[in-house]
């Protein structure tokens, strides 16, 4: 950990910079869960290629100052596949790398992450309308994106979460993934 000049151990900051609300409340519950007040939250809005949601993420570092960089600041940008490309995927990989951006990523969406929280996930790659299906029985309601109580009931099993994409934290832009459980352990750490 970085010193100041007095030598005094610098506090490390977190950003994560999310694609959508889901995202935004899940992380937000989390950094309330596991006490992390060195935790920043921006959502920043998905329009165009993935290669220019990664600039608008950079030019949000370099321009507000709430989210000014340093040398203890870590930056992770967490967004799914949806419908790119593997292409257009692996520019979006190559230029976080460029900006020493941490990649979260899900494919095919956040809720392969969610649906971690309640079974062990395979690589088997499920449809968006599956997710939801299976959310749903879990939480013996209908799954709602973003729906509060349903995040704040699924936070409380993110050590289980962890354990259950275990199998598929590898990035894999052809089959389930999720490293969100990876990008919490570093976060934790």
Do not use: C
């Not at 959508?20 to 809005?45: A, C, H, M």
Request: glycine letters at 4%; aromatic letters at 10%; charged letters at 35%.
């Amino acid at each position: 950990m970085a010193r100041n000049r007095k030598g005094k151990k610098e506090k490390r900051k977190i950003f994560i910079l999310v694609e959508g609300e889901t995202e935004q409340k899940y992380f937000d519950f989390l950094r309330q869960r596991l006490r992390l007040s060195n935790v920043k939250i921006k959502t920043v809005v998905l329009e165009n290629s993935g290669q220019t949601w990664i600039e608008k993420a950079k030019r949000l570092v370099q321009n507000d100052f709430n989210f000014r960089r340093d040398r203890t600041t870590e930056i992770f940008v967490v967004f799914d596949k949806d419908e790119f490309s593997n292409q257009d995927l692996q520019k979006m990989f190559q230029r976080a790398k460029d900006e020493a951006f941490e990649v979260g990523f899900s494919n095919l969406t956040f809720e392969v992450w969610l649906l971690a929280h309640f079974e062990e996930i395979t690589p088997r790659l499920y449809s968006k309308s599956v997710l939801k299906n299976k959310l749903s029985r879990h939480l013996q309601t209908d799954y709602v994106k973003a729906d509060t109580e349903q995040l704040e009931k699924m936070i409380k099993n993110v050590d289980q979460a962890v354990k259950n994409a275990g199998g598929i934290s590898k990035i894999d832009f052809d089959y389930q993934s999720t490293n969100i459980g990876a990008l919490i352990m570093k976060i934790k750490s």
